[in-house]
């Protein structure tokens, strides 16, 4: 089972059930004493809440019987009609979390490169502030590049949703897009680099599980076409994360708090060869299986 989030008309953002056939259906909050279904479910924390003690994918099963299907993810994707399925949560991200991508971080610094050598092998990970939700697109939206750099990259990488608990949710796509070059001329400018209007593409769902893997072994694929030709696809595997997440999630949860939840996204092993960059006009598309598609187009900002 997964949760969409998408625009309902005549009623806004709500929330929404994806079975396995693929079939989108608003939820509403469960009928009472044999009344008609309550309103639309329009945010985390009121599902959270409905579910109380209940796993989460019991109660969403529950509540995906209510409501008609609107069409297919795909289908639903193809009309703009799909957001991030984030409301409120900030995103964070681990870094140098895969060898690749230690090499890339290493091969983009002359100033302190030895730095990422030293946090791969370290106890304690790298972790960062990406994005608050009105900097986070979903699929169909437009990611940025930033005006002031001529190095830019999509980072596909698998990400965590947590409550405010930090109990695990599920998973889904991130593209943590990054400029390179900005980060690449002084470590100290990785906000920068990271943080700043659409620098992140989150979805298309969340895909929900009733227990945190410790390594997840999930195919991740990212694909780059530029008028209409592929100039760049790269795989790899969730199995190659040299950290748990439960060890992630605990150093992010070390003297922070989140009440509205969080998103983790948990690094990079797929990152195109250095002479690549974005251009405006490029389109994305990051798959992890059993999660779905995540399409972007890449416009300068």
């Known amino acids: 089972m997964k949760i969409c989030r998408l625009i309902l008309e005549n009623v806004g953002p709500v929330l929404a059930a994806v079975a396995d056939d693929e079939q989108v259906r608003p939820l509403r909050q469960p009928s009472t004493n ?22 989460l994918i019991e109660y969403v099963t529950e509540l995906n019987g209510q409501s008609d299907s609107l069409g297919s993810m795909a289908e639903l994707a193809g009309q703009g009609r799909l957001l991030s399925p984030l409301d409120r949560q900030e995103v964070w991200a681990a870094g140098v979390t895969y060898w690749r991508s230690r090499q890339a971080r290493m091969e983009e610094s002359d100033a302190a490169s030895r730095l990422y050598d030293l946090v791969y092998e370290a106890e304690r990970p790298e972790l960062f502030f990406k994005a608050t939700p009105h900097r986070v697109v ?63 593409a989150v979805g298309p769902a969340i895909w929900l599980l009733d227990r945190l893997p410790e390594k997840p072994e999930l195919r991740m694929e990212c694909t780059i076409q530029r008028d209409g030709l592929e100039v760049f696809h790269g795989g790899a595997n969730t199995a190659q994360l040299k950290r ?37 006009g490029d389109l994305v598309e990051i798959e992890i299986e059993h999660i779905g598609l995540l399409s972007n187009r890449v416009k300068v900002l």
Not at 142 to 158: F, G, H, T, Y
Not at 254 to 277: C, E, K, M, Q, Y
């Open 34 to 55: 044999g009344q008609s279904e309550g309103g639309y479910i329009v945010s985390w924390e009121q599902l959270l809440s409905g579910a109380g003690s209940r796993p």
């Open 244 to 280: 748990t997440l439960p060890e992630l999630i605990g150093y992010l949860g070390r003297s922070n708090s989140f009440p509205d939840g969080v998103l983790l996204s948990t690094g990079t092993s797929i990152v195109p060869p250095d002479n690549f960059t974005l251009q405006a």
């Open 138 to 200: 979903g699929t169909g939206g437009e990611i940025a590049i930033r005006q002031d750099s001529q190095w830019n990259v999509p980072e596909p990488e698998l990400a965590v949703l947590l409550d405010k608990q930090l109990n695990f949710i599920g998973f889904t796509v991130c593209n943590d897009v990054s400029s390179r070059d900005i980060e690449g001329a002084n470590p100290l400018y990785l906000p920068q680099a990271k943080l700043y209007d659409a620098c992140c």
